[in-house]
């Protein structure tokens, strides 16, 4: 004698395999249309991207690591103040002079999304002194300050700064 499980009450549908068969995939169907949207939704939303090349970034790594041994060799003394609607950038060479005939370039780099980097116009106050405003909003960045000389850089820093 055969048995079928059916609902609670009285007369209600049987539970068949087709019924089963439509709950499981049903089910699944749903799981897997949730992962598609959400892949999705965090594929197209991330925008840090650390390198765009690792292999690019591995053979510039010698370059770099000159740059930075002529970098330190300089014994170039450089602050920046950082606020709200302001930078404030001072440099010295190493017997305590003001650079001069220097460019500075100031990027403000969000730690997570590159789309929401800020390039900094930073303009001369006086020798050795740089200023960029109204750009600085508040936060939390990445300080990139260069500084470059006829198209070559000379001083590159990159620091952490919470700016409130």
């Known amino acids: 004698m055969a048995s079928r499980a059916t609902s609670p009450d009285d007369g209600g549908r049987p539970l068949t395999g087709r019924t089963v068969l439509i709950c499981f995939i ?10 598609f949207l959400l ?11 650390e390198t765009e090349s690792a292999y690019k970034a591995g053979l510039a790594f010698r370059q770099e ?3 930075a041994a002529a970098q330190d060799a300089r014994n ?4 920046a103040h950082v ?9 010295r060479d190493a017997q305590g002079r003001p ?34 405003s109204d750009e600085v909003t508040a936060g939390q960045w990445e300080l990139v300050i260069e500084f470059s000389r006829d198209g070559e ?10 700016v409130r």
């Open 26 to 35: 049903a089910f699944f169907g749903v799981v897997f249309g949730a992962n």
């Open 39 to 49: 892949v999705r939704a965090a594929v197209t939303s991330f925008g840090g991207v």
């Open 65 to 67: 690591s000159e740059a």
């Open 76 to 79: 170039w003394k450089v602050e």
């Open 83 to 91: 606020e709200p609607g302001r930078l404030d950038v001072a440099a």
């Open 99 to 132: 650079l001069a005939d220097v460019a500075l370039t100031a990027v403000l780099q969000h730690p997570t999304d590159r789309r929401l980097d800020v390039t900094l116009d930073p303009v001369p106050v006086s020798a050795g002194l740089w200023r960029a």
């Open 153 to 162: 850089r000379l001083f590159r820093s990159t620091n952490r700064v919470i």
